[in-house]
């Protein structure tokens, strides 16, 4: 094979996924999601939550939280070099989310089969509380990014 066509080949990185990924993402830049670490099966985001992101109560909308996770889901899953689609999620809220707090996701793989993995990710505050945690199953295609 010559130079240029195994460069066409050549498996995009972690990060060069991710970034492909942001790049088309309008909701994620809409929260203003920072990626902080990427790697094969894990991802690490941080957001603030900011005015238009509460709701009635004053708080943050339970949106957010997830929003996030399912950004941390999505990286990390496909930061393998493979397409992988979220097909089940669910979200426990364990405590308030207030203005002006500064979330980090954290993901991590914790099975990847042939068609399907699964996905933990654990959102914390500035002061490292818990306030909420996501578990995602996700399919894994063979569309190669």
């Known amino acids: 094979m010559n130079r240029s066509l195994s460069a066409l080949y050549r498996m995009k990185t972690p990060r060069e996924i991710v970034e492909t990924m942001i790049a088309h993402d ?13 790697e094969k099966g894990s991802s690490v985001l941080r957001c603030e939550v900011t005015n238009s992101m509460t709701n009635g109560f004053g708080i943050a909308h339970g949106g957010i939280t997830y929003s ?12 393998h070099g493979v397409h992988c689609f979220s097909v089940d999620t669910n979200i426990a809220h364990l405590k308030k989310v207030k203005l002006g707090d500064v979330l980090t996701a954290s993901c991590t ?37």
């Open 68 to 79: 996030l996770a399912d950004s941390a889901l999505a990286f990390a899953s496909n930061a």
């Open 109 to 145: 793989e914790s099975h990847r089969g042939k068609r399907t993995g699964v996905y933990l990710v654990d959102i914390q505050n500035q002061e490292g509380v818990r306030v909420a945690y996501f578990r995602g199953t996700v399919f894994i295609s063979t569309e190669v990014w």
């Open 26 to 38: 309008a909701f994620s830049q809409l929260l203003g999601m920072e990626l902080l670490s990427i």
